[in-house]
């Protein structure tokens, strides 16, 4: 295949069978130019990009070193996850990486709010926003905060094939860190991000959020509920809060049923 535009020394735009394909590769185009052949051994990464201009512009306008990393990144992502990544990451984490660099660089840390419940919601994902910033660092001896191995987790659920839109995403994120700091203010506690209930309600809030959209059958019957209310009026009142920030902010009515799992996971946090 023909070298049909360099992008940097590691990424060439290059024809293969009459379509323009971007090939990744360290030093790929080393002492190359327009029209040289491509020795497919050099080639890591090969793909098609429906946005190939704009990850082409993206490229000639990031530090080489930025993009590097980003790919590191990514092939790393893919090995632990044992997944392909959909190809929109390598313009998604490149841009928010190279930005995020030069942000720390000048001294600016922006503060993730969502950092507890990514840790919990994504947690592979986040380990290897873990990873990716200490190989930042080991790279740059630029000392990245953990709230970017959050925002890098975010953008590597997003890039797996069933993990929605990153839009969707921090929605659902978002929606759930308010449901949590309503339990907070409720019940005036700190919570250990490392507390195993803890763990268990931001795991229940999210599949509550997503049963709401695809209805599931009902598992609580009213008889069972009822029990559950009078057993534990102060988790129930703080359910119901729950609820009325949910339906009050977002437009999200939560079903009685799932008011009940609420106020067990609510409780066992109580009495912790």
């Given at each position: 295949m ?7 020394n ?15 590769g ?10 040289d ?6 080639i ?54 190279s ?29 290897i ?9 080991n790279?740059?001896?630029?000392k990245?905060p953990?709230d ?33 700091q ?6 005036n ?20 959020i997503?049963r709401i959209?695809?209805?599931?059958p ?5 008889e ?8 534990f ?10 609820a009325n920030?949910?339906?009050k902010n977002?437009g ?15 409780e ?5």
């Amino acid at each position: 295949m023909k070298i049909k535009k360099i992008l940097n020394n590691n990424a060439v735009v290059v024809s293969d069978n009459n379509q323009e394909k971007i090939a990744i590769g360290a030093g790929i185009a080393y002492q190359k130019r327009k029209n040289d052949i491509i020795n497919p051994s050099k080639i890591e990464k090969l793909f098609v990009m429906k946005e190939n201009e704009k990850f082409q512009k993206l490229l000639l306008q990031i530090p080489e070193e930025h993009f590097a990393l980003s790919e590191e990144i990514i092939t790393h992502a893919e090995e632990s996850l044992g997944a392909k990544l959909n190809d929109h990451i390598h313009i998604a984490l490149t841009d928010h990486l190279s930005f995020a660099i030069e942000r720390v660089r000048d001294g600016i840390k922006l503060k993730n709010k969502l950092l507890h419940e990514i840790k919990i919601l994504y947690k592979r994902e986040f380990d290897i926003g873990m990873w990716a910033i200490q190989h930042i660092e080991n790279k740059t001896n630029i000392k990245m905060p953990v709230d970017e191995a959050a925002f890098i987790a975010l953008h590597l659920h997003t890039a797996k094939l069933k993990g929605g839109d990153l839009k969707q995403t921090l929605r659902q994120t978002a929606i759930i860190g308010s449901m949590v700091q309503t339990i907070k203010d409720s019940l005036n506690i700190e919570i250990d991000d490392d507390d195993l209930s803890y763990q268990r309600l931001i795991t229940h809030l999210r599949f509550a959020i997503s049963r709401i959209s695809s209805p599931e059958p009902q598992t609580i019957d009213d008889e069972m509920l009822k029990m559950i209310t009078n057993k534990f009026p102060a988790a129930y009142n703080c359910a119901r809060k729950v609820a009325n920030v949910l339906l009050k902010n977002h437009g999200i009515l939560l079903p009685e049923h799932e008011l009940g799992y609420l106020t067990l996971h609510i409780e066992r946090l109580r009495k912790r």
